[in-house]
């Protein structure tokens, strides 16, 4: 589950970290399985699953709220630590956990929910590459 | 402009309810997200990155002021305050709420307006020639037959579960402003030897991950056979078109593989042996649409307006927007003026809820009530009278509308890209915004002159970059953005599909490597009165690549 990142045994899985996110399906709004299993906008609350047990757990989770009409199209993401931070790795995930890079006014960056790597790097210049 | 009889109203009317009890199922949870999404892709109902988005349909791109408004009002109330304008003649909302969707539509129909087909394996949105109605130059106006076959194609029971999407495009005058070979359909309105009307039909356009432009299958089709001709190509298409594999089964795919000929006989004979009951087109009917897009009365006026002069002598801002926003009107003394979505560094095809409201105003103020979006995502206002120009332009300029770059190098179309799209591969607007702020608006871009740059994030080519001068294609590769060049596109009656220069360049070299095109076409050109495209036909692609890949612009790859 969520902690700091830390460094792996050579014999740990290779699995890299994972998080389980969605869009709600009243409003379409990205969200991320929280601890409790339930769904956050803030990706900061996210929970992060570090093998494979867990995120499988995880995503059958989700697979149910789905099926209880809370989300639509759950998936695990990976995620991978930057300067002590979480972040996701992808370029999609990290425009999708914060909103669009040319409206920092939009999405959850607005809100201070983004990624603490992202929203460090918004700051510099409007067309920052992540 | 079209205004809808009870007909339309009530089969608008009755969507919007139908769709309101397919949310409510859906929240319900009776239909699960498989069995929703045809339906709620049929109402322009996409789930993109960060939220819904909801794609409104402006047929053939016409609008009148209360129309423009209520957008602007659904912006601010169910949305983010703002729109974007695509290159269908769309408006796109990026963040409604699936709950308030049923209302918005509700509201749409409120001013005649809708959401159906702007998505699903149908006939989509038809669009038309952005100066439909008011170009000097034109041979019919274009909207009486979009507005024709939108009619058709409404709800079509034969054509709604086609092998893809099917786009149609009209153009009215002798230069293609409708891009009309890069759509399955491309209607060219001509007159025969006896003056006549009727079109040109091209088949089988289309962009995307394999981009062709379309054939020619008739050099004159009668006007009254336009609906039971394109009844017969979709007959062919629906029947022949690939279901096995989607990215085969658009009719281009078809056409290529049947070969010209073969798709030709098979949609003549397919017209020939059809019954053509009900869908030949009578003349009173073509008259009683055409009736609905008679031009508004203007008075004659002069042709040379002091006032304009006179602000021209002392306002270069403003000669600058004369010289490449005016366009001329059929009517002595009018002219067409571009009101520009592409501000220097700003997003393309975006317009504030404020600024559409403001335009709406100018509509109703100076342009009889009415206004077109174009394909390349900007907002004409079509009947100005020369004189009222200096007042409209002060009052797009207060809005931010007023930038003079139409037709030049930072009148550049771009697709969302992965800054909204769930499809998209690379970002395509801080592309746009970056070039556009290289070049800006002023002496070095009209030292370029007329240019064309088109940017996609991702193979389906919304931006579409095959036909841009200069096309971008934003792809991924190994998990970072890296975008492939494409140059000698083009999308008007001289269409051509771009040539890919090579390896693709990074997020930061791209527009360094754009700069290098363009300074080679500057020095390549036989003078300012050789355009970009005109200059790469002649020379063809070596130079730039020289410039490209040998010189200090240099690809990353």
């Known amino acids: ?130 | 402009m079209y205004r809808y009889d009870e007909f339309d109203a009530a089969f608008v009317s009755a969507r919007v309810d139908q769709f309101r009890g397919q949310v409510a199922r859906r929240v319900s949870g009776e239909l699960t997200e498989e069995q929703f999404r045809p339906h709620r892709l049929m109402n322009g109902l996409y789930l993109q990155l960060h939220a819904y988005m909801l794609r409104v349909a402006i047929p053939y791109g016409t609008l009148n002021s209360q129309q423009l408004r209520k957008l602007a009002e659904i912006a601010r109330k169910y949305d983010r305050g703002y729109g974007h304008f695509t290159t269908r003649q769309n408006l796109q909302y990026n963040w409604p709420a699936l709950k308030d969707t049923p209302d918005i539509l509700a509201e749409l129909a409120s001013v005649e307006m809708h959401a159906i087909q702007t998505s699903g394996n149908c006939i989509r949105n038809v669009t038309a020639d952005h100066f439909a109605g008011v170009a000097a130059d034109e041979i019919a106006d274009p909207r009486p037959y979009a507005e024709i076959l939108r009619q058709w194609s409404s709800q079509h029971p034969e054509f709604s579960f086609l092998p893809r999407k099917f786009k149609i495009a009209v153009n009215g005058g002798p230069h293609d402003r409708a891009a009309i070979q890069a759509h399955d359909i491309g209607l060219q309105i001509v007159r025969d030897a006896s003056g006549a009307l009727g079109f040109t039909v091209y088949v089988g356009g289309g962009l995307g991950r394999t981009p062709f432009v379309g054939k020619k299958v008739r050099e004159f089709l009668p006007e009254r056979d336009l609906l039971a001709y394109c009844d017969a190509i979709l007959r062919v298409y629906n029947l022949e078109g690939r279901r096995d594999n989607k990215f085969k089964a658009r009719i281009k795919i078809l056409l290529h593989e049947t070969g010209l000929e073969g798709l030709r006989s098979a949609v003549e004979a397919e017209f020939v042996a059809s019954d053509h009951t009900g869908l030949e087109l009578p003349d009173a009917e073509i008259a009683r649409i055409k009736a609905y897009f008679a031009a508004p009365p203007l008075p004659a006026r002069e042709p040379v307006s002091a006032r304009v002069q006179r602000r021209r002598g002392k306002d270069a801002k403003f000669a600058d927007f004369v010289q490449s926003n005016v366009a001329p009107h059929k009517v002595t003394g009018y002219v067409v003026v571009t009101a520009s979505l592409k501000p220097i560094g700003g997003v393309p095809g975006d317009a504030s809820a404020d600024q559409m409201d403001a335009v709406a105003d100018l509509a109703e103020d100076y342009s009889s009530d009415e206004l077109r979006v174009s394909h390349e995502q900007n907002l004409i206002l079509p009947h100005v009278a020369l004189d009222d120009l200096p007042a409209v332009y002060d009052r797009l300029a207060s809005v931010g509308l007023s930038t003079p770059n139409a037709g030049l190098v930072s009148d550049i179309i771009a697709c969302p890209g992965l800054d909204y799209c769930a499809l998209a591969t690379a970002r395509s607007i801080p592309i746009a915004q970056r070039i556009s702020e290289r070049f800006g608006d002023g002496v070095r871009a009209r030292n370029v002159g007329p240019l064309k740059i088109k940017i996609s994030g991702c193979i389906n080519a919304c931006g579409h970059h095959h036909v841009g001068h200069i096309g971008i294609l934003g792809l991924e590769r190994a998990g970072e953005e890296t975008y492939q060049i494409t140059l000698g596109g083009s999308g008007d009656e001289t269409a051509s599909i771009g040539q890919i220069t090579g390896p693709g360049f990074s997020y930061e070299k791209v527009v360094d490597a754009v700069e290098t095109v363009v300074e080679t076409y500057m020095t390549q050109r036989t003078g300012p009165e050789e355009a970009f495209l005109q200059t790469f036909r002649r020379v063809g692609m070596a130079p730039f690549k020289e410039a490209l890949y040998d010189r200090s612009a240099g690809s990353d790859i």
């Open chain 1, 1 to 130: 589950m969520r902690g700091r990142p830390k460094q792996r045994d050579q014999n740990e899985s290779k699995l890299m970290d994972a998080m389980i996110t969605a869009n709600r399906l009243s409003d379409g709004i990205v969200v991320f399985q929280d601890a409790d299993g339930g769904w956050s906008e803030d990706f900061h609350r996210g929970a992060v699953f570090s093998d494979e047990g867990a995120k499988g757990a995880a995503l059958a989770r989700a697979e149910q709220s789905e099926a209880d009409c809370e989300v639509v199209g759950p998936y695990a993401i990976e995620i991978e630590s930057r300067n002590g931070h979480f972040v996701p790795k992808a370029l999609r995930e990290a425009i999708r956990a914060s909103g669009p890079t040319i409206r920092r006014d939009l999405g959850k960056q607005a809100h201070g929910q983004a990624p603490s790597i992202v929203q460090h790097a918004s700051v510099e210049i409007s067309h920052v590459s992540l």
